[in-house]
């Protein structure tokens, strides 16, 4: 996990045998898919779940017009909620359920309720500035 002071967390869930901890990220993030800039954001956070790599969570209002299109696929975390999910589309690809978001989150993690994240697999990936 990396360092962080304690005003840079903004959940830190320790329930249930499974620790989740929500911290802010004071960087300039810059989301890329196949070549082309998606997303760029200063209000992301990164989620560290116990089991799990650490995964940046970006406002959905920063995803550039058009990229994103919903889809019916949804699934439930017993811890933060309802997730559903989004095709990414970039030129002329769609990569369907690629993308997710906890639009009904647990009461713990209403934080992230406007916040979306990426499959590894369907982003070039992500720059720091």
């Known amino acids: 996990m990396e360092s962080t ?4 967390i903004v959940i830190d869930y320790k329930q249930r045998n499974h620790p989740i901890r929500v911290v802010k990220v004071n960087k300039t993030l810059t989301v890329k898919a196949k070549g082309q800039e998606i997303l760029n954001t200063r209000n992301a956070y990164l989620i560290h779940e116990d089991g799990h790599k650490p995964v940046y969570y970006f406002p959905i209002s920063d995803a550039r017009p058009g990229v994103i299109k919903e889809t019916s696929a949804e699934s439930i975390c017993p811890y933060k909620g309802r997730a559903h999910y989004y095709s990414l589309l ?4 769609e990569l369907k359920d690629s993308v997710w978001r906890y639009s009904e989150p647990s009461r713990e993690f209403e934080a992230i309720k406007d916040y979306i994240a990426f499959y590894e697999s369907a982003i070039d990936g992500i720059e720091e500035s």
Do not use: I, M, P, Q
């Open 90 to 93: 970039v030129g002329d690809t």
């Open 5 to 8: 002071s304690r005003t840079d």
